[in-house]
């Protein structure tokens, strides 16, 4: 023993030395149950002298005289076609003792070292790189292969340039440009002023000083002490006065009478008052009047304070401040109080004689009744004392109210504004014969007897204890300090002493104003409306010289001068607000038409004037004054509507601005109530307006003609193509135009309450005007007969003719104009959108496009022509493009891709609306796209085939990478078709159009993109297809190495010389071809590798042991790894395909135990039973139940059995099988009893098996039903099969509750079955496995159960 142990360790070392790798091959059936690396056989080997040699990095071993052989080790076992015989006979059990001794395996430490040897050398992994996976589809740096034909193409892709072109040149030369006001347009505009003559100014100019000098009111503190010589130098510079004259004219107004002043009152409301009535109310009324001055002993007037102490007996109370409330307006004072207040007579100056026949205002005009006696006597000893009163006046009685309103007017006279004080009592009305009563009727008294008497007759009446009102309070306020403005203020009520408890206060609006004494009467206001009115326009006109011709600078203010006179005219003419206003108006509005204003000027004065127009009125006269300032602002204001586009020119917003309040002006004048009434007879604004912008729309249409299409009718008779460029130009103008509205003009005529869609009103307009002369063209112009037939005829003889060959002169001629047209009634139609829905029917443009349809269709059919001449050409002139890539390609792939890339470009430059239309059209492209490229490809493969013999095969790969390359080009380019096309879009609408035809229209269009596509992806993979095929066969040869290397050898190390060979095979296709071409010689070389790893499991020669599947499992695994490349080769979809799932599928059911096969096979053959419908076999019903650790099964019957015997019957009976028998070891098979001669047995038998929950729950636990027919001579017939799975049954389910009665449950009806595929790849696996009873018994068993073919 010692020395078959010495012998084997010599062995060893002599196997070590010559790099031996033991082959071992499966023993027979009789050796493979003892399993272990020690029931091999080795190879016969030979001591011959090997030599080793060094290629590419990897060690060959070479035979002495023989070729090299490019593997790990010497293996001697015989490769397929080497004409040795087949592998060696399994060997007896001594000779394989002995090789076991000669052949033992290296010790522990040794197969440590080797498996760090192996583990520092890693497997190849393909080098996918990142790289740009395409070129740009077009290049315009290559020009040389369009120059040949002159830039055919080119010339339409530009139209869009020269499109964008020509609106550069008009926006630059037309009207946008400019943002000033042309001269002559507001020349046109102006109309002449109206001069006054000399007298009139003069007249007018007197008037002005003689209001200077009677100014009224008091000047603020901050004011100057006397702005009369500031006043004359503005009117004097305003009237253009020399200085003899003005002195002259100022002395004319000095000798005029002074006017008489007057305070004019409004008893707004009091609130807050006592009540003195028992229902908690008052009655208040208002008694009030002027009190005069008084001459004190000096002989001269005092002050107003002393004239008050005089009075009241205490000093004057402070100037009340202005409380906070409500400020409404003043209601018109009543026809009788101001024919009162015209009927008063002018005071005369004040004396003692005088002071006698005026009544005592007193503290009030009535004393409490409750007051003491010593009181009344001080009365009536002060009565010969008191200040006299002028007229009483009295409000209206407002009855049980605290917080009475009057808003009643008076105008009282004033003596002396500086010592005059005006009073007020408050009081509550009580009984029919009051104070209110006496005070009325004392206001008609004509003398100063009668007043005398009157109020004597109060006096008596107050002391005889009559009927009395309540006293509520009084105020006292002085004259003097009056503003030219007015007050409106609230007031405290005061009491008739200190010891009076007064509450509440009133509110009283004041300003002063004169009568003229100067024989003029004072009905005609509308004189003083007039001056003022004139005045205002000279004062304007004189501001304006400031600005020169500059007048819309003006932001309407006048100097304080201006405003200071203006207002002293319209207090002293007791000019209303409204009056003012409309003065303002008309002023400003009539020096408009002359010099132009800043609209936001105007509408501020309208807006003023309208929100006046509802608190006053104005007089006959005044309204035909404004009713003419009304008529003539619209006039003027529609004529710039009309002309908007001379005189609010674009891109200025300030024009914008200005048109905007224009706009407003006519907006307040549309929904004013003045307008309507001063202008009765007049058109509707909005209307006026509309009119005005269409009228202007013409106007700019026929100007725009006579610009840019005079030469119309001429150029029609050279042919057309200056005319329809003209019109071309025409629309691009009107385009530009719409689009300043829609810019600046929209938002102005929209944002008002006008709301006129000014850009749908101009588009109606130009678009109606445009058509016409366009289909005048166009029917002029007529399009060459069709040509299509003519041109494929020549493009099919172009296909056939030899590159050597001379390309045929033929040319046909196609015009640009008409495309360059109708891009710009394109660009033009896009303003529709603006237009409503309902409106857009009635365009006539929408109906223009059909006569641009054969120039379009004849522009198709001339590009199928040209691109192929260009291909022609392209290959003619190819070279290598120099992109510093490893990737390359000549310049022939971009020219081609070019071709289609003006193609697609001028599509989408013309937008075809049509979808009918517009789909043949599309098709037509497809095709001549589809069929160029293909034309492309053949040419290639043809220069590809005419390649030297005797070029090198480095060469030869570059050549190919190169050709493969450009078809891949071209190729992509079509696959964006479908996109850059808007396919899509297209069939969906038409599909949807005619629904009953499905997607007729989108099939199509995919079957040829498919087609052409899938045309080109089969020419690129023939013209790789020589290099997957000369690499078939070493593939192969290391396939089969690798199936049959060594059970010892790692799967890792035995797939490791198939890698080297594809990673060195494929180093220099990697890279240099495109990622998809790279992908298609991947799959080529993968499909080629699954193939002959298929050849291998398919040899039968011998038996295979489950090692030899195992290690092809693994190998399969790494190469899928190799091909993947980390994500950088072939994906997973294309690696995973039908015929990797097939081998995969086959290699791990071959590794597989018989007893998993066999549970496998069962579980599909349970799939197949759920989804059997026909009862092609019959079928059976059963109940089936797990109930206390049993599983109990009843069979009760089968129905429609085939049958099996002659005589057209069968003696059937049911096998019932618990499957899997790992699962059910205690279970046995069971059967029923036979039952002769029926197709229908009713059975009715009921079985137990031992089970357990746990097993039954299990995955795969299911019973199998066997239908047989028994036959007493020969062996039983199969009549089908049933699956059931366990899983399903009640007591399984978690969910199934407790069922007593087991005969109640619902029978389960199954359809037997046959197994219909006799290739079934799970028995044809077992089927492999001889050696193996329980595969052989169960292949015998499942064969009898496949269906025979009919």
Same mark, same amino acid.
């Given at each position: ?161 020269? !499109? ?14 400019? /943002? ?20 009139? #100014? ?134 009788? =109080? ?97 104070? %209110? ?26 002391? +005889? ?36 408890? @007064? ?153 914008? @601005?200005?048109?905007? +309040? ?121 399009? $060459? ?27 046909? !001629? ?25 409106? /857009? ?33 392209? @290959? ?78 480095? =060469? ?32 969906? &609408? ?20 498919? *087609? ?7 020419? &690129? +993979?023939?013209? #790789? ?57 991947? !799959? ?117 059995? @085939? ?17 899997? /028998? ?28 031992? *089970? ?8 795969? +636990? ?14 039983? $017939? ?23 009665? %087991? ?18 790849? &799970? ?11 329980? *595969? ?15």
């Amino acid at each position: 023993m010692s020395f078959l142990n010495s012998l084997q360790q010599v062995v060893a070392g002599v196997t070590n030395t010559l790099s031996l790798s033991p082959k071992r091959f499966p023993f027979g059936r009789e050796n493979s149950s003892g399993g272990g690396s020690n029931d091999i056989t080795t190879a016969t080997t030979t001591t011959t002298t090997t030599t080793t040699t060094a290629v590419g990095g990897y060690h060959y071993h070479h035979r002495p005289g023989g070729s090299p052989n490019p593997r790990l080790g010497p293996r001697l076992v015989p490769t397929p076609g080497s004409g040795v015989g087949a592998a060696p006979r399994p060997q007896g059990r001594a000779k394989s003792f002995m090789n076991q001794m000669l052949h033992p395996p290296p010790p522990p430490m040794q197969q440590q070292v080797v498996k760090r040897e192996r583990e520092r050398r890693p497997l190849p992994v393909l080098q996918c790189g990142d790289r740009f996976t395409y070129w740009p589809e077009y290049d315009p740096s290559q020009t040389w292969v369009s120059e040949r034909d002159g830039g055919w193409l080119e010339q339409f892709t530009s139209l869009g340039w020269r !499109h964008s072109e020509a609106l550069r040149t008009l926006r630059a030369q037309g009207r946008q440009g400019s /943002r000033d006001v042309a001269p002559e347009a507001l020349a046109s505009l102006r109309k002449s002023e109206r001069r006054l003559s000399k007298a009139e #100014m003069e007249g007018l100019y007197v008037e002005v000083l003689y209001t200077v000098f009677h100014k009224i009111g008091a000047q603020h503190h901050s004011e100057k002490k006397d702005l009369s010589e500031d006043l004359h130098r503005y009117a004097q510079a305003a009237f253009h006065i020399e200085p003899h004259d003005h002195a002259r004219l100022q002395a004319v107004a000095q000798e005029e009478k002074p006017p008489i002043l007057v305070l004019n009152l409004v008893v707004v409301e009091a609130e807050n008052l006592e009540a003195k009535d028992p229902n908690g109310f008052s009655d208040p009324y208002c008694m009030l009047g002027i009190q005069p001055a008084v001459v004190p002993a000096g002989g001269h007037p005092g002050s107003p304070r002393d004239v008050y102490t005089v009075a009241q007996g205490s000093p004057p109370p402070d100037s009340p401040r202005t409380r906070q409330g409500s400020r409404s307006s003043v209601d018109t004072e009543s026809e009788t =109080e101001l024919e009162r207040t015209s009927s008063c007579e002018s005071p005369k100056p004040f004396s003692k004689e005088n002071l006698r026949k005026h009544h005592s205002f007193r503290l009030s005009f009535k004393r409490k009744p409750t007051e003491p006696k010593r009181e009344r006597v001080e009365h009536r000893d002060s009565l010969s004392n008191a200040i006299p009163a002028k007229i009483i006046r009295a409000t209206s009685v407002k009855p049980h109210t605290l917080s009475p309103r009057w808003n009643e007017k008076f105008r009282l006279d004033i003596d002396d504004i500086n010592y005059d004080i005006l009073h007020l009592d408050i009081w509550d009305h009580d009984d029919e014969s009051s104070v %209110f009563e006496v005070v009325s009727k004392l206001n008609e008294v004509k003398g100063v007897k009668g007043l005398g008497r009157f109020f004597k007759q109060i006096a008596q009446s107050a002391r +005889a204890g009559g009927g009395q009102d309540d006293f509520l309070g009084c105020v006292n306020i002085p004259l003097q300090d009056m503003p030219s403005t007015g007050v409106d203020r609230w007031y405290p009520l005061e009491g008739r002493s200190h010891r009076s408890n @007064i509450q509440g206060q009133i509110n009283l609006k004041m300003w002063l104003s004169t009568r003229e004494d100067r024989g003029t009467s004072e009905d005609e206001v509308w004189a003083e409306v007039r001056q003022h009115d004139q005045i205002i326009t000279t004062f304007l006109l004189h501001e304006l010289t400031k600005f020169k011709d500059d007048t819309v600078s003006w932001d309407g203010e006048l100097s304080p001068a201006a405003e200071s006179i203006l207002h002293q005219h319209a207090i002293q003419g007791d000019l209303t607000q409204l009056q003012q206003a409309m003065c303002r108006w008309m002023a400003a509005s009539r020096t408009h038409a002359s010099r132009t204003l800043d609209h936001r000027i105007l509408h501020k004065l309208l807006l003023a004037l309208h929100e006046l127009w509802d608190t006053e009125t104005l007089s006959k006269e005044e309204e035909e004054m404004l009713g003419e300032s009304y008529s003539g602002f619209v006039e003027h204001s529609l004529t710039e509507v009309r002309r908007h586009r001379e005189l609010f020119p674009t891109p200025s917003k300030t024009h914008a @601005i200005r048109l905007e +309040a224009l706009l407003k002006c006519l907006a307040v004048l549309a929904d004013s109530r003045s307008y309507w009434k001063v202008c009765p007879f007049h058109k509707e604004v909005r209307g006026e307006v509309v009119s005005a912008l269409k009228k202007g729309a013409l106007e700019w249409y026929v100007q725009a003609t006579l610009r840019y299409d005079r030469h119309r009718e001429s150029s029609l008779s050279t042919g057309g193509d200056a005319a329809l460029e003209s019109l071309a130009r025409l629309a691009l103008h009107l385009t530009l135009d719409l689009q300043a509205g829609c810019d600046y003009y929209e938002h102005a005529f929209t944002s008002t309450a006008l709301k006129i869609h000014y850009v749908a009103l101009n588009y109606k307009i130009f678009e109606k005007l445009l058509s016409e002369d366009t289909l005048k063209v166009l029917t002029v112009i007529q399009v $060459d007969e069709d040509i299509e037939n003519e041109v494929w005829q020549m493009c099919g003889l172009l296909r056939d003719l030899e590159l050597s060959k001379e390309t045929p002169h033929y040319y046909p !001629h196609c015009s640009t104009s008409p495309f360059l047209l109708y891009l710009a009634l394109a660009e033009f139609s896009r303003f529709q959108e603006q237009v409503p829905a309902g409106d /857009r029917r009635a365009l006539l443009l929408g109906t223009v496009w059909r006569h641009f349809l054969p120039s379009v269709s004849r522009w198709v059919d001339v590009t199928a022509y040209r691109v192929l001449c260009r291909i022609r050409t392209a @290959i003619l002139t190819d070279r290598v493009a120099n992109t510093g890539e490893p990737v390359q390609y000549t310049t022939s792939a971009v020219d081609t891709t070019s071709c289609f890339y003006h193609i697609k470009t001028f599509w989408r430059h013309l937008a075809w609306p049509d979808p009918c239309s517009s789909y043949s059209l599309v098709v037509k492209m497809i095709e001549t796209m589809s069929g160029s490229a293909d034309y492309y490809v053949y040419l290639l493969q043809q220069r590809l085939q005419t390649l030297a013999t005797d070029t090198a095969e480095e =060469e030869r790969a570059q050549q190919l990478c190169i050709t493969v390359n450009n078809m891949e080009h071209v190729r992509n380019s079509l696959t964006l078709l479908q996109e850059e096309l808007q396919i899509e879009q297209l069939t969906q &609408i038409l599909d949807a159009q005619d629904p009953r035809n499905g997607t007729t229209y989108t099939d199509h269009i995919n079957s040829l993109l498919l *087609a052409a596509l899938h045309n080109l992806d089969s020419k &690129i +993979a023939d013209s #790789m297809s020589p290099v997957a095929e000369k690499l078939r066969s070493e593939l192969q040869k290391d396939v089969f190495h690798l199936a049959w290397s060594p059970d010892s050898l790692p799967a890792e190390e035995a797939v490791r010389p198939l890698l080297e060979r594809l990673y060195a095979s494929l180093s220099t296709y990697s890279a240099t071809l495109l990622k998809n071409n790279l992908d298609r010689l991947l !799959h080529l070389l993968w499909l080629a590798v699954l193939s002959a790893l298929h050849e291998q499991i398919g040899k039968d020669s011998e038996e295979k042991q489950e090692a030899f599947f195992v290690r092809l499992y693994d190998a399969l695994e790494l190469l899928r790894a190799f091909f993947h490349a980390h994500g950088r080769g072939l994906d997973g979809n294309t690696l995973m395909g039908l015929e990797y799932s097939a081998l995969e599928r086959q290699l791990r059911l071959h590794k597989t135990s018989t007893e998993a096969l066999i549970e496998t096979y069962h579980l599909e053959r349970l799939l197949v039973q759920e989804r059997t419908e026909l009862q092609e076999y019959g079928s059976l019903f059963v109940r089936v139940y797990f109930n206390h650790d049993s599983l109990c099964v009843e069979v009760l019957q089968a129905r429609n059995l @085939i049958p099996l015997d002659p005589n057209g019957f069968s003696d059937p009976f049911v096998v019932i099988e618990m499957l899997p /028998r790992r699962l059910f070891p205690g279970s046995a098979p069971q059967q029923t009893n036979v039952h002769k001669k029926t197709l229908n047995p009713l059975f009715d038998e009921c079985f137990e098996f031992p *089970a357990t929950l746990e097993s039954c729950q299990s995955e795969g +636990a299911m019973i199998l039903f066997t239908v047989m027919d028994h036959d007493v001579i020969t062996c039983n $017939d199969f009549g089908g099969e049933a699956f059931l799975s366990l899983n399903t049954i009640p007591g399984v389910v978690p969910s199934s509750t407790s069922v007593d009665n %087991f005969h109640g449950l619902k029978p389960i009806e199954f359809n037997l079955m046959f197994q219909k595929d006799p290739d079934n790849i &799970i028995l044809k696996v077992l089927e492999t496995r001889t050696n193996e009873k329980m *595969a052989m018994e169960f292949v015998k068993k499942q064969k009898e159960r496949i269906a025979r073919p009919s």
